[in-house]
């Protein structure tokens, strides 16, 4: 009977320890069980592994190791190296790792999209021809994971994973679920996580941090789904190091990202349009909580370009012509207010362009020229009184 139980209990345990591994060195590393796996022969117990009852477990005075095996019939508690392990009695289930516990309800056939390395896998070898089902049980297990600081860490240093994400959410336009859950999986692998953030920016700068902001700009994402990229967005600006390289306005060569964000402003939907500004706000460049329900975000965006156009002397002309397009297309859509200083400034370089006296950064283009008499228009057509333009055009 004995001899059965001992059987019983080693087809048991090796059921539960497929389902959990302990990968020290990532993902690429020889892994093992996190439940110890006994048998009649000492064996050593490896970091992390979970000892089930009723094994006897010693440290070999040698190695210093700690080592386990089934207990024996000749075993006698004359041994003084062997301490009988006595826990509670567990369910299969209850020695999975905490994280898991959750996932139950998932289909038999999927229980191995529960660990990291099967949900991994079937994120890279996803194509367009793939079940979506099984897809979309392995973002739900990295999702779980992501938030952990260490399966952030693995996510962001493969070199392929978030890659292969977003070429997933491209391919996947039209089902919001997926893409949605993607870009949560890697703003929560990033978010608070600097060694993450590392790791990502290494990987991906020259690549799929550019198609975030694409992907805002093609206008083709749902409200929620550009919420979610602006969560990826918002937790690379938390790291000092990437913000003062794309979000420096103090330097106009470290612009970038915070250009690129004022680009699409005005075509975002109301939940991303209150994210960004909650990125501002945490990054020090808007005052006022955006949380606060009376604070419309398009009248709080629009006061904060006009400060940041008639304040600023540091941006070169393709960002200052963006900033200020931007802020027009806002005030042609949204009845707005419009400061003096602000209408004071727009007043001072209306003139000197039509005088051709500014200062210019570059070679005067053909699309220099419209911009200008773009600006001049805007002066009293979207920020004044348009009768005041006739008077304007009749002294050019």
Known sequence: MKLLSH??????LSLVAKAALICPDGVNS????????????????????????????????????????????????????LVLVEQPEEKPEDLLPSRFRTKQALLAGDVNLLEYESAVHEVLQYTENSDTRKLESALDTLIELSHDIDYGVELASHPKVFRSMKEIAELQTANDNISEKIYRIMGASLRNNPEAVTHFVQNNESGLIPELYRMLSMGQASDLVQKRILGVIHALFMDSTYAATNLNTDNARYTEGLTSLIAVFPRMGDAAKERLML????????????????????????????????????FLEPQFQTMFRSLAELHQSEDLPVSQDFLHWLSKQAEERKSAIRQRDQVYTDADADFDSFLTAARHFIFGNPNAARKTYDEL
């Not at 080592?67 to 003084?80: G, K, P």
Request: aromatic share 6%; proline share 4%; with cysteine.
């Open 7 to 12: 059987v019983l209990l080693v087809l048991a």
């Open 30 to 81: 020889e892994c093992y069980p996190q439940t110890f796996e006994p048998s009649k022969n000492w064996q050593v117990i490896r970091e992390g592994q979970q000892i089930p009852a009723g094994l006897h477990v010693r440290v070999n005075l040698e190695t210093g190791e700690q080592e386990a095996r089934l207990l024996l019939s000749e075993d006698t508690q004359e041994h003084s190296e």
């Open 279 to 314: 990125i501002l706000t945490d990054l020090s460049l808007f005052g006022a909580d955006p949380g606060d329900s009376t604070i419309d975000a398009n009248k709080a965006f629009s006061a904060f370009l006009q400060r940041l156009l008639h304040q600023q002397a540091m």
